[in-house]
């Protein structure tokens, strides 16, 4: 019954390996979202995607690409993993692009090596 | 450009007392949504309370409430009767309806038994 569920919730890998993060939402909602929060906790917003269109693109290196196959799904690929990229990665969902209360995954750790 | 901060990077209460968080914003925008988030240390973001600014009555939401002060940008979180499951993070966040949600920094709070 889980509402946003991310696999998996630990990844650890190696400089320079690429990797995904899935997400999936089963809330019907229209939009979803990436987060990164790093080590001092700080939550910043990555990417938005409403009915698997992108809304929003931070200033993300293009080694981060969003991927929305279908609008309850919307997973993440790394390329080229650095150091810098270790952090805990939320996916969350609204109901739609509007600022309704956002709906988030457990998070992924990702610890860069 | 938007911002929200949190100055109280920590904070501790004694169980079954009240404690009160703080949060400041920044914007011209005149329609708007504040927000609570709690992060316990399951690290799943969970929704505390919401409030639309265009409303003058503070939400809440059993022993959770906000004191929403719109001229002085100020939304206070106000925890009554604290728990023990009360410990997490506490991010405030600020958004609209067509741009993308702040977090502030977060205040760790901590409730003593």
Redesign the interface.
Known sequence: DTAVSQTPKYLVTQMGNDKSIKCEQNLGHDTMYWYKQDS??????MF?YNNKELI?N?TVPNRFSPKSPDKAHLNLHINSLELGDSA?Y?C?SSQD???L????G??T?LTVT | AQTVTQSQPEMSVQEAETVTLSCTYDTSENNYYLFWYKQPPSRQMILVIRQEAYKQQNATENRFSVNFQKAAKSFSLKISDSQLGDTAMYFCAWGTSYDKVIFGPGTSLSVIP
């Open positions: 001092k906790k700080f939550l910043k917003i938005s929003i931070e805990v939320f969350a692009s509007g600022v209360e956002q709906y988030f457990p998070g750790r």
